[in-house]
């Protein structure tokens, strides 16, 4: 399988504990994107990275969170502190070009209780 | 700040019976309109991208349509497995898409 790939698919921690997801791109994408989607919205845009480089963050991106993409192929995202209000789905998305289409994952279902 | 705009919100169709959902943008230099499919506890699924207005993209029963303020998708005689949320997105200037809400479409036998 080529797709994009997330891990894990569904998290239920408790309120200020951290967690993190990985997330695997399209082999041959350099572009990697986070996103966070609630219950009947569409994603929100969370951070981009271009290869290694965090070149873009939301002002939806707390203190609370940081994503890194170390050696430019797989990306991490923690969330630090949790509370309810991040409950949601985190989805990940690779493209080969700016313009392009976006490929996303299946995302990781957050339940913070 | 991008705007995109979904209607209807939920669309019930009788299998067989043709619609159109509608997805109006504000963008200050648009770079790419993009049409999504999302089942539910799932990612979404990359259907078209439209570039510029006139442009027209088909797939199967799917066809999306691109003007200078808004985009139609429209499905013919849609089966109980085009049941699905259908997302629109937009590209303007940086790296983010910037979605709508969704319009959710069933597909009654």
């Known amino acids: 399988d080529t797709g994009v790939s997330q891990d894990p698919r569904h998290k239920i921690t408790k309120r200020g504990q951290n967690v993190t997801f990985r997330c695997d791109p399209i082999?041959?994408?350099?572009?990697l994107y986070w996103y966070r989607q609630t219950l009947g919205q569409g994603p929100e845009f969370l951070t981009y990275?271009?290869?290694?480089?965090?070149?873009?963050k939301s002002r939806l991106l707390s203190d609370r969170f940081s994503a890194e993409r170390p050696k430019g192929s797989f990306s991490t995202l923690e969330i630090q502190r949790t509370e309810q209000g991040d409950s949601a789905m985190y989805l990940c998305?690779?493209?080969?070009?700016?313009?392009?289409?976006?490929?996303f994952g299946q995302g990781t279902r957050l339940t913070v209780v | 700040e991008d705007q995109v705009t979904q209607s209807p919100e939920a669309l019930r169709l009788q299998e067989g019976e043709s619609s159109s959902l509608n997805c109006s943008y504000t963008?200050?230099?648009?770079?790419?309109l993009f049409w999504y499919r999302q089942d539910p506890g799932k990612g979404p699924e990359f259907l078209f991208t439209?570039?510029?207005a006139g442009e027209e993209k088909e797939k199967e029963r799917l066809k999306a349509t691109l003007t200078k303020k808004e985009s139609f998708l429209h499905i013919t005689a849609p089966k109980p497995e085009d049941s699905a949320t259908y997302l629109c997105?937009?590209?303007?200037?940086?790296?983010?898409?910037?979605f709508g809400a969704g319009t959710t479409v069933t597909v009654r036998a």
């Open positions: 998305a690779s493209s080969l070009f700016a313009n392009t289409e976006a490929f």
């Open positions: 082999s041959e994408h350099n572009r």
């Open positions: 990275f271009q290869n290694e480089a965090q070149l873009e």
């Open positions: 963008v200050s230099g648009l770079r790419g």
């Open positions: 439209l570039y510029s």
């Open positions: 997105a937009v590209k303007a200037e940086g790296y983010k898409l910037s």
